[in-house]
């Protein structure tokens, strides 16, 4: 090969080369404008960002799955997940709360603890009522519905629970949001279908129509 020729060989081996650094540290600050923006997105103090899936040109997203601790008092330190969105041209994040695959817990992790209300299908209770719930090993399930105690049989055979009518309870009568949400629990309640625990610790009764009851323990 001429030296003309092995000039241009290695000028071009030298451009390919820098393009590649060139192209490696735009990646790298794409990675890191992403995790920082995905971490302040998802609103946990200790946001641990996941690796970044990135799709094509067409769509300029890159997509990562952050994990933490809920900030709000009421979870009480439980963990979560949300699914995180970055739009490398606009460099906007966008979060969505990642729904966790429940863990189906034994029955005596279930059984003989006092449950706190922490959300009625998807709402935080009234502000100064109690919700609380507790599954005794006698098949009884009792405690405060919002403004009275209530208690009923119930059946638990893994994850699947069935609360039996009739719920009996106490009679005192509060202001109208109270019995509101007195009612709409003791109805989800009624029609429970699953209970399970997810990773953070939290309880859910899911109704068979979708509707559900949130817990943490005392």
Known sequence: MSPHHLFLA????A????????SQSAWMAVDKA???AFKKASGFPDAVAGPPVRFSDRFLVDARLVRGTYPQAHMKGAKGAV???YNRRTKRAEVQEARMEPVMPATSALKDV????VAINGQSPAEGSR???MLDSGGHVGGRSSCNNFSARYMLEGGTLK???PMIGTRMACPSPLMDQETLFTDILGKAATA???????LTISASDGRTLTFTRE
């Open 131 to 133: 919700i609380s719930l």
């Open 163 to 165: 609360v039996f009518p």
């Open 196 to 202: 399970t625990i997810g990773a953070g610790g939290t």
């Open 10 to 13: 290695g000028l071009g081996l």
């Open 114 to 117: 006092m449950w706190k209300g």
């Open 34 to 36: 992403s995790e920082a």
């Open 83 to 85: 699914l995180c969105l």
């Open 15 to 22: 451009l390919a080369g820098s393009a590649t650094a060139s």
